[in-house]
């Protein structure tokens, strides 16, 4: 079958499913159990030959020589049996439950599944089928999916503006389907000319993530698998404990991440009189700045603490991380004092799966212990004002972040160039020195310049519909706020 004619099968199978109730998540979870149990079955023959631990009884031949409700209940043993595995099967099957009820449609899925050999088929067909279904999933908003993945194109110049070498680690602490990590990978792997060596480290020593959620979780170790990363019978490198609980020791090169929105962590409980409550989380950690239950003031205190002497991240992180006081004050002050904290890229809103979310990404390098901060200037781009993007009429692609790729100047940080000068003051790159910052009411990094024009020139308006879509996710973004405000009160 030709690449086109997989994917538009796979496809047709997701919308017959959705019919019957089955969500995208759903299908796509079915999907990355049969499609494991098909791999494993082919790489288990010549001329791979391979030893994978799949139970007796428990293979691909014994679920597809099945019908009806006998198929229906041996798919629910697999299932159970293979949650109980080490390593990344065991990771794949976690907590796996058959959502397909109908077995006539259950065995068309497993029939389509077994007349491809996936283990010939090239990485880049097998993950282009994959990142599709997730992107899908991620679009479906009642699911909650979208918090999991980040606009493919926001990482991708991210990972341009960094530029992962061969030969070194790579953390995501909060790695949601591993985006960040195949961008990296499709990087590397594109820009050098690896030798053996260099391709066994990419493929199993480079990579290491958290993920709390069971299901995110399993399709991200398939994700990878099928764009090449990992062995099928090998061990996971996609932790599923919380990364925030401690500080485990491990140190990497580059951290790349999106960790989740939601600007406190809390747990759910129930109280003596059996009633649910919840309580906000506060982790403490010597190796922390700042005690705080802020999520994202946490997740960027230990990313700093997950960098090497010499490691770079890239991060997107809330608009609140940049001015908020109390612990916010104490982290950005000791960002700048210990790390070089050197680009921030102010995002639009639209891009994001969650409405009404005010984001950036911070650049930064981590530094030795130095008497004297490490941060000189901070040079921001300001792609948000006047910027109007949509997930579906007007998405942000690649092309769109371009200019600012150019701008950060990958190649020679140190030869940058602002755009913005007195005689022309809508350009959106600009350097502020450590001085005007610190001398900033709370070491404030939400710094913008540019006149928004829709407050003064009403002939140059968007359109309606991208207005609208703003105005949602303002009264969206609003509405959280209130709702947090409202749980402090509560002390909820």
């Not at 088929?121 to 097998?126: R, T, V």
């Not at 906000?280 to 230990?302: C, E, G, I, M, P």
Request: net charge negative; hydrophobic share 35%; charged share 30%.
């Amino acid at each position: 079958m030709t690449e086109d004619s997989i994917i538009s099968r796979i496809w047709s199978f997701a919308g017959i499913l959705r019919d019957d109730g089955v969500g995208y998540g759903d299908y796509l979870e079915q999907l990355t159990y049969l499609l494991f149990l098909k791999m494993a079955d082919e790489f288990s023959r010549p001329p791979y030959n391979r030893e994978i631990a799949i139970p007796e009884g428990c293979d691909w031949n014994s679920l597809k020589s099945k019908r009806g409700s006998e198929l229906e209940l041996h798919y629910n043993k697999i299932l159970r049996e293979l949650s109980k595995a080490k390593g990344i099967l065991g990771q794949i099957f976690t907590k796996s439950q058959n959502k397909i009820q109908d077995p006539a449609k259950l065995y068309k899925i497993i029939d389509m599944i077994d007349k491809e050999q996936w283990s010939i088929m090239g990485a880049d067909l097998k993950g282009k089928i994959y990142e599709g279904l997730l992107e899908k999933n991620a679009e479906d908003t009642k699911s909650g999916a979208g918090q999991y993945f980040t606009p493919r194109a926001l990482i991708k110049a991210m990972v341009e503006c960094v530029r992962p070498e061969p030969g070194k680690t790579i953390a995501d602490p909060a790695c949601g389907t591993g985006g960040f990590f195949l961008a990296a990978y499709d990087y590397i792997v594109n820009n050098y000319d690896l030798n053996r060596e260099q391709k066994e480290f990419l493929k199993n020593k480079t990579f290491y993530g958290n993920e709390i959620v069971a299901n995110t979780r399993r399709m991200c170790l398939m994700n990878m698998f099928l764009h090449n990363i990992g062995e099928i019978d090998g061990d996971t490198f996609i932790s599923s404990t919380d990364a925030l609980v401690s500080d485990e020791g491990k140190r990497f090169d580059y951290v790349l991440a999106n960790p989740p929105f939601g600007k406190k962590s809390s747990m759910t409980f129930t109280n003596e009189k059996g009633e649910q409550e919840k309580e906000d989380l506060v982790y403490n950690r010597q190796d922390f700045w700042a005690t705080t239950s802020n999520k994202q003031l946490n997740f960027l205190q230990h990313i700093h603490t997950l960098l090497n002497i010499s490691g770079q991240a890239a991060v997107v992180l809330p608009d609140n991380v940049l001015f908020e006081g109390g612990a916010g004050e104490t982290v950005r002050k000791e960002l700048l004092r210990t790390t070089d904290l050197h680009t921030i890229l102010r995002l639009p809103t639209g891009i994001f799966y969650k409405q009404g979310v005010k984001a950036n990404v911070l650049f930064f390098d981590n530094k030795p212990a130095a008497k004297n901060p490490w941060t000189k200037e901070v040079w921001i781009y300001d792609y948000r004002t006047n910027i109007h993007h949509t997930l579906k009429k007007k998405p942000m692609t690649f092309e769109d972040l371009q200019d600012f790729v150019k701008c950060y100047n990958p190649s020679n940080r140190l030869n940058r160039k602002e755009t913005w000068s007195e005689d022309n003051p809508e350009g959106r790159w600009r350097k502020f020195t450590y001085e005007e910052i610190v001398a900033r009411d709370k070491t404030n990094l939400d710094i913008f310049w540019l006149r928004d024009k829709s407050l003064s020139d009403l002939d140059n308006l968007p359109d309606p519909d991208l207005l609208a879509s703003e105005i949602i996710e303002n009264i969206e973004s609003g509405l959280e706020g209130f709702k947090e405000i409202m749980e402090t009160l509560n002390g909820k």
